[in-house]
């Protein structure tokens, strides 16, 4: 026996196979016509989501996605869906999926039942043609393997965060530059502390990886910042450009001091850029793209460079103290478990170039702004 198919089904095949903006409208017309519909439309929702999550995705990833081609209507819906999908989700997802989860701006969208119907298929349409993603979840990094001073972990990284966030919102350089420095130095005794603890407690630490968003504009110039930070922080950067994030691999300590220091170098090198950029037009220059775009090319090569060179002094310091005999052993194995864990996610990776970098101006002044950022990467142990 064949069975009639559900407006759902019915609206499906109009819509979510077709580009087309009339096999859309004959899709939403079918569902608002039908609010039996409803819970069966959400319910296949949350499929596509699970489909997703089986690609290797993840709750920050399709909030990025969504965002990025569709609207905050589309947003609010996704998000709805993934909590609610989580109710039936059965597999072990660890702190990073929780965390994430927690940031979804859940709520119901407040349009009209055909509207609301129309941005229900166009983000149906998305979720299907998802491209499958290294799954994050079979590389679980430390946060699923960590010694039981997790919780002193979490008041160490509030703590961070707090400093960062005055670093960012002060109108005066030096305390900027006190407050980064002294985040930098927490970080990194985080770090080695983290690295010394499971070496001696012989706990199955192993290397993981997260996705952080590089998103437009000037996306290329994001990336090659956000890959000095993570090489700074023994991990490795891998940059997804049509997708708009870069996957880090390395220990769970380290990736969170990426994701910190990242976000903070992004604020503070826009902050820069923007009043570099007004004094540039003051003095007559009109506001252009090409000026932007080399103002962070230059910061995040010169922030590189900085980087490099404060983390091969650290790493001199750290070699004439104490512990050193039981510590860069330990940190030498780190790194080679993220490089072989990095060449196993990614084998085929290659590198790409800065384009449309061609403004002085704007090197100049991005490459002094890195200059007076003052990081201080990896001081050494106390």
């Not at 819970?39 to 709750?59: D, K, M, S, T």
């Not at 002060?170 to 499971?198: N, V, Y």
């Not at 061609?358 to 702004?369: I, L, P, S």
């Amino acid at each position: 026996m064949s069975s009639t198919p559900s407006i759902v089904e019915r609206a499906f095949e109009a819509a979510l196979y077709a580009d087309s903006d009339a096999a859309l409208d004959t899709g939403a017309s079918l569902l608002a016509a039908d609010p039996a519909s409803d819970a069966e439309l959400a319910l296949r929702g949350e499929e596509f989501v699970a489909a997703a999550w089986r690609r290797g995705w993840q709750p920050a990833d399709v909030a990025r996605i969504v965002r990025r081609e569709l609207d905050d209507v589309h947003l609010q819906l996704v998000s709805e869906l993934v909590r609610a999908e989580a109710g039936r989700d059965r597999r072990p997802r660890g702190p990073r999926w929780a965390a994430q989860l927690e940031e979804l701006d859940a709520h119901a969208p407040r349009t009209d039942r055909f509207s609301l119907a129309t941005a229900a298929l166009e983000l149906y349409r998305l979720l299907l043609r998802l491209p499958t993603l290294e799954p994050l979840d079979t590389h679980l990094s430390g946060a699923t393997s960590r010694h039981p001073a997790a919780p002193q972990d979490s008041r160490m990284l509030t703590r961070i965060r707090a400093l960062l966030a005055k670093a960012e919102a002060t109108g005066f350089p030096e305390e900027a530059e006190a407050l980064s420095a002294k985040a930098q130095e927490l970080m990194a005794r985080h770090s080695i502390d983290e690295a010394l603890l499971a070496a001696r407690t012989h706990a199955k630490d192993a290397p993981g990886a997260c996705r952080i968003g590089v998103e437009p504009p000037y996306e290329t110039a994001k990336a090659v910042l956000l890959d000095a930070v993570a090489d700074t922080n023994r991990c490795r950067a891998v940059w997804n450009e049509s997708l708009g994030f870069s996957t880090v691999v390395g220990f769970e300590p380290d990736l969170e001091a990426v994701e910190l220091l990242y976000t903070s170098l992004l604020v503070q090198a826009t902050a820069a850029m923007t009043k570099a950029e007004a004094a540039q037009r003051a003095g007559g220059r009109k506001r252009t793209k090409s000026f932007r775009q080399s103002f962070l090319a230059a910061y995040a090569h010169r922030i590189g460079d900085r980087l490099a060179t404060a983390a091969e002094g650290a790493e001199g310091e750290v070699a004439s103290q104490a512990p050193v005999a039981e510590l860069l052993p330990v940190l030498a194995a780190r790194d080679v478990a993220v490089n072989d864990h990095m060449e196993r996610m990614f084998p085929d990776t290659v590198t790409t170039r800065l384009r449309g970098v061609n403004d002085a101006a704007g090197w100049q002044e991005g490459a002094a702004a890195a200059d007076r950022a003052q990081v201080r990467a990896r001081p050494p142990l106390r």
